[in-house]
């Protein structure tokens, strides 16, 4: 593929999921927190975490050090240590995670750990004892003030979300978290990840609260229809797939002459759109 027709697509992708009300969904397994105090205790005075794999959020990151939490029914190992530090320890966990750790852990947002139950965090040199701090995580989004203009949300608003993928699913009581050092992404934990059917790049769309339908989207060439026709383009590209998926079309014909980008391809597979070269 020449490098003009690979620049092409490129531009053209990005202005179309620009256009588009679409937010792409990670799935957050259980992980811990730590503050300065409680690394120390761990792992000795002086430690540094060490950083292994960058997040999606800026500066956020997860760590090589590994933890066990330990309830009153039992314990599960190799939890992962997502850095930087925080003021105070936090251990999130799922509805599945606390049955069998046989903890109440309450549904909160992020941080808000008054009245929450303790749990017990051991490296392989020491072990310390929480009295609170462990959670399952309100499913949010994270979003730029740029993008909670464009989609019309606020700050703490609460919003229904579907989820879009094999297993469609809408999410009620979804917070909103807005703040220029956020990337725009929707978190889910493993046990809602499970329940959505949910792979690596799936997106979602807010809903509507006046309606609670799909926002509407720019149709450009596409129609409601249950198929279409993507003729006379060289190369389909995951936005084009996008439009008429979100227009409730789930076969497309396209030109035997045509390419269909990667992402494209990773999108029809994910959401069983059918493709028919004419």
């Known amino acids: 593929m020449d490098s003009i027709l690979i620049d092409s697509i490129v531009k053209e992708v990005?202005?179309?999921?620009?256009?588009?009300?679409?937010?792409?969904?990670?799935?957050?397994?259980?992980?811990?927190?730590l503050s300065r105090k409680d690394v120390e205790l761990l792992f000795g005075e002086g430690y540094k975490l060490?950083?292994?794999?960058?997040?999606?959020?800026?500066?956020?990151?997860a760590c090589e050090e590994r933890v066990t939490i330990t309830g009153p029914?039992?314990?599960?190992?190799?939890?992962v240590i997502l850095g930087p530090e925080r003021k105070a320890t936090q251990v999130e966990i799922s509805l599945t995670d606390a049955l069998s750790l046989g903890i109440k852990a309450p549904i909160r947002e992020s941080g808000k750990i008054d009245n929450t139950p303790g749990i017990t965090i051991s490296s392989s040199k020491a072990s310390i004892i929480m009295d609170k701090?462990?959670?399952?995580?309100k499913r949010h989004?994270?979003?730029?003030?740029?993008?909670?203009?464009?989609?019309?949300?606020?700050?703490s608003q609460i919003v229904k979300v579907e989820?879009?993928?094999?297993?469609?699913?809408?999410?009620?009581?979804?917070?909103?978290?807005?703040?220029?050092?956020y990337r725009t992404y929707m978190h889910i934990d493993y046990d809602e990840a499970n329940a959505c059917g949910y792979k690596k790049g799936v997106f979602c769309k807010i809903l509507n609260d006046n309606n609670n339908k799909l926002q509407k989207t720019n149709s450009d060439n596409f129609n409601n229809a249950n198929q279409i026709e993507i003729k006379g383009k060289k190369a389909i590209t995951e936005a084009d797939i996008k439009k008429s998926y979100l227009?409730?079309?789930?076969?497309?014909?396209?030109?035997?002459?045509s390419m269909i980008t990667p992402l494209a391809v990773d999108f029809i597979r994910i959401n069983n759109i059918k493709i028919i070269r004419n």
């Not at 879009?164 to 999410?171: S, T």
């Open 14 to 33: 990005l202005k179309r999921i620009n256009n588009e009300s679409l937010i792409e969904v990670e799935s957050s397994g259980r992980h811990v927190h």
């Open 50 to 61: 060490t950083p292994a794999k960058e997040l999606s959020q800026p500066g956020q990151f």
């Open 133 to 137: 701090g462990v959670i399952v995580a």
């Open 141 to 155: 989004i994270h979003i730029t003030p740029e993008d909670a203009l464009k989609y019309g949300v606020k700050d």
């Open 163 to 181: 989820v879009l993928g094999e297993r469609p699913l809408i999410f009620d009581d979804t917070i909103i978290r807005v703040s220029p050092q």
């Open 73 to 79: 029914k039992g314990s599960i190992k190799n939890v």
């Open 247 to 257: 227009s409730g079309i789930k076969t497309i014909t396209i030109s035997k002459e």
